[in-house]
């Protein structure tokens, strides 16, 4: 990523608009996901429990 700095622009500006752009391109999120070993029968199984949990939040 890279974030050039603007006119007027504070260094503490400059890191929060690159903190927020990694933030969204969910680079962080990604390397979090790779520190640990998840199966895909693992993942599915939290995918369908998320899914129950919004269906049912919904329905209320």
Do not use: C, P, W, Y
Not at 2 to 14: A, G, H, I, P, T
Not at 36 to 54: G, H, L, M, T, Y
């Amino acid at each position: 990523m890279r974030v050039e700095m603007r006119d007027s622009e504070s260094f503490d500006q400059l890191l929060k608009r690159f903190t927020k752009t990694i933030e969204r391109s969910g680079v962080i999120r990604e390397h979090r996901r790779g520190l640990r070993f998840i199966s895909v029968q693992e993942e599915n199984r939290a995918k369908r429990r998320k899914a129950e949990r919004r269906r049912r939040r919904n329905a209320a």
